[in-house]
């Protein structure tokens, strides 16, 4: 029975026992605060997942709402953004090509082009393949330097090594700029070359060799 503010409990010959409401309040608080009632409770990471996704859900209701089309039109503003990243990442390549692309293309003292074919031949039989194609190319290139067809230049890049020799070789240059690409793409761009693309600069090692080059003014 609950008089002026008060709760009265009354049973039999026992004496009324009165509890106030802020105490009653306080021990009712105390017993729900137990481990007993919370064992099934969500963890403090399911309960932060929780909130992000109902806060996303809420992000999405609000901008579809703002959005010509609702949903639809959240959708395709949404996929347009992401072919536009992709297509600037296709385009412009991967952060870490760009920023490395123009790294020398000899990392180490002089060697004959004889020293970096056998270097080169060495990593294929070993499966080596990504070392078998950067040694392959900078036996192009100091070939090149051998025969004078390019003047030796440390901190030369492989694009530019490419670009020189097009000059004096004319009907390979779409094969010396993709060679170029290739060691680029193996050394600083994190692909991975397999047999046959170290078999296409081998080729091109092997025909440069036995090339005429084209006499111009600008040729040794």
Do not use: C
């Not at 761009?189 to 047999?195: E, I, K, L, S």
């Amino acid at each position: 029975m609950s008089t002026g503010g008060l709760i009265t409990i009354t049973g039999g010959d026992t004496p009324p026992l009165t509890t106030g409401r802020e105490a009653a309040r306080e021990a009712a608080e105390r017993e729900l605060a137990k481990p007993v009632y919370h064992q099934d409770d969500p963890g403090l990471l399911q309960r932060a997942l929780d909130r992000f996704w109902q806060w996303l859900g809420d992000f999405f209701d609000r901008a579809s709402g703002a959005t010509p089309g609702g949903g639809v039109g959240l959708f395709v503003i949404v996929l347009l953004v992401i072919l536009a990243v992709a297509a600037l990442w296709w385009r412009l390549g991967t952060p870490r090509r760009a920023a490395r692309s123009a790294a020398a293309l000899f990392d180490e003292g002089p060697r004959s082009a004889a020293d970096h074919r056998a270097a080169a031949e060495a990593h294929a039989a070993a499966g080596r393949w990504n070392e078998a194609v950067q040694e392959r190319m900078r036996a192009v290139v100091r070939s090149l330097e051998e025969r004078t067809l390019l003047d030796p230049r440390p901190g030369r890049t492989a694009d530019e090594a490419a670009a020189e020799a097009a000059r004096s070789l004319p009907a390979h240059a779409e094969d010396l700029r993709a060679a170029a690409r290739t060691f680029d793409d193996v050394t600083y761009g994190g692909r991975t070359a397999d047999p046959a693309t170290y078999a296409r600069l081998r080729a091109l090692d092997l025909t440069l060799d036995r090339t005429k080059p084209l006499l111009t003014e600008t040729t040794p």
